[in-house]
C-alpha cells in the first residue's frame, strides 16, 4: 500500500514538474515572439548536431517538438583541430580569438598561438557552416519523413527527409521562386550549394523543360549517372 501511495505521489510531482516546465517554455517563447524578426541567439557547438548553448529561445523549438540540427561539425579524423575545438562553441572560439595575446618565447604561449590558429583556419574553412563530415551526421541523425530546421549561414532553413530516396531536401524560400510552384525544394547533398530545385514530389527540375519527370527524385538521377 505505502509502494502504491509512494509511487502515485511521485507520478503527480512528474507531472506537475513537466506542466511548470511547459509554462515556463510558452512564457518565454511568447516574450521572444517580438523579436523572430531580428532573428534568434543561437550559438553552435562543434559536437554534434543537436549540440547548441541552451539559451531562452531556443524553448520555442521545444514547444512545438521540432529538432533544431546543424551540420557545422569537426571531423574526429582530423584529430589536432578536433581535440581544440570538439568542446566548445562558436561564441568560445570567437572571445579566444579576439581576445589572443601577442606570441611571446614561451612554450606555452607558442602552443595557444597554434591553437588560435587551427581555430581560426577551421571557421575560415567552414565559413558555408557545413562540413562533409557533418552533412553526413545530418543524414544519421534524421529519420525518414522528418521535418527539422536547419541552422546554417546564420539562417534558420525547413529540411525534410524524404523515405522514397532517404535524402535531405531543404525547403526553397527566396522570394526570387515565389511565382514557381514547380520549386519548392532543394537537394541538400553538398557543402557548396551545388544543388538542385525540385517539385512538391521530389521531381527534379529541369530549367530547359521544367520538371523533369523521368527523374522522381535525385537518387534515380545519380543511379543513370552510374
Same mark, same amino acid.
Given at each position: 500500500?505505502?509502494?502504491?501511495?509512494?509511487?502515485?505521489?511521485?507520478?503527480?510531482? %512528474? %507531472?506537475?514538474?513537466?506542466? #511548470?516546465? /511547459?509554462?515556463?517554455?510558452?512564457?518565454?517563447?511568447? @516574450?521572444?515572439?517580438?523579436?523572430?524578426?531580428?532573428?534568434?541567439?543561437?550559438?553552435?557547438?562543434?559536437?554534434?548536431?543537436?549540440?547548441?548553448?541552451?539559451?531562452?529561445?531556443?524553448?520555442?523549438?521545444?514547444?512545438?517538438?521540432?529538432?533544431?540540427?546543424?551540420?557545422? #561539425?569537426?571531423?574526429?579524423?582530423?584529430?589536432?583541430?578536433?581535440?581544440?575545438?570538439?568542446? #566548445?562553441?562558436?561564441?568560445?572560439?570567437?572571445?579566444?580569438? +579576439?581576445?589572443?595575446?601577442?606570441?611571446?618565447?614561451?612554450?606555452?604561449?607558442?602552443?595557444?598561438?597554434?591553437?588560435?590558429?587551427?581555430?581560426?583556419?577551421?571557421?575560415?574553412?567552414? @565559413?558555408?557552416? /557545413?562540413?562533409?563530415?557533418?552533412?553526413? %551526421? #545530418?543524414?544519421?541523425?534524421?529519420?525518414?519523413?522528418?521535418?527539422? +530546421?536547419?541552422?546554417?549561414?546564420?539562417?534558420?532553413?525547413?529540411?525534410?527527409?524524404?523515405?522514397?530516396?532517404?535524402? /535531405?531536401?531543404?525547403?526553397?524560400?527566396? @522570394?526570387?521562386?515565389?511565382?514557381?510552384?514547380?520549386?519548392?525544394?532543394?537537394?541538400?547533398?553538398?557543402?557548396?550549394?551545388? %544543388?538542385?530545385?525540385?517539385? @512538391?514530389?521530389?521531381? +527534379?527540375?529541369?530549367?530547359?523543360?521544367?520538371?523533369?519527370?523521368?527523374?522522381?527524385?535525385?537518387?534515380?538521377?545519380?543511379?543513370?549517372?552510374?
Amino acid at each position: 500500500m505505502f509502494s502504491l501511495t509512494h509511487n502515485a505521489t511521485l507520478a503527480q510531482s %512528474e %507531472e506537475a514538474n513537466q506542466s #511548470l516546465n /511547459l509554462e515556463k517554455n510558452i512564457d518565454d517563447s511568447l @516574450a521572444i515572439l517580438q523579436d523572430l524578426e531580428l532573428g534568434l541567439d543561437i550559438n553552435v557547438k562543434f559536437s554534434g548536431t543537436e549540440s547548441f548553448e541552451y539559451t531562452r529561445a531556443m524553448c520555442i523549438f521545444d514547444i512545438f517538438g521540432i529538432r533544431l540540427l546543424h551540420g557545422w #561539425l569537426v571531423d574526429p579524423q582530423e584529430r589536432e583541430i578536433y581535440e581544440i575545438v570538439r568542446d #566548445l562553441s562558436y561564441n568560445q572560439i570567437v572571445d579566444r580569438l +579576439i581576445d589572443r595575446t601577442a606570441a611571446k618565447s614561451s612554450e606555452e604561449n607558442k602552443s595557444e598561438n597554434n591553437d588560435l590558429f587551427l581555430m581560426q583556419e577551421f571557421l575560415d574553412s567552414t @565559413a558555408s557552416q /557545413l562540413t562533409y563530415f557533418g552533412l553526413v %551526421e #545530418l543524414y544519421q541523425t534524421m529519420k525518414p519523413n522528418e521535418l527539422a +530546421i536547419l541552422f546554417r549561414n546564420n539562417h534558420f532553413s525547413t529540411v525534410f527527409k524524404s523515405s522514397l530516396d532517404n535524402r /535531405l531536401y531543404s525547403l526553397v524560400t527566396d @522570394a526570387g521562386f515565389a511565382t514557381r510552384p514547380d520549386v519548392v525544394w532543394e537537394t541538400l547533398s553538398t557543402v557548396d550549394n551545388n %544543388e538542385q530545385f525540385c517539385d @512538391a514530389n521530389f521531381h +527534379i527540375y529541369n530549367e530547359s523543360r521544367g520538371v523533369d519527370s523521368s527523374a522522381s527524385s535525385v537518387n534515380d538521377k545519380q543511379k543513370d549517372q552510374e
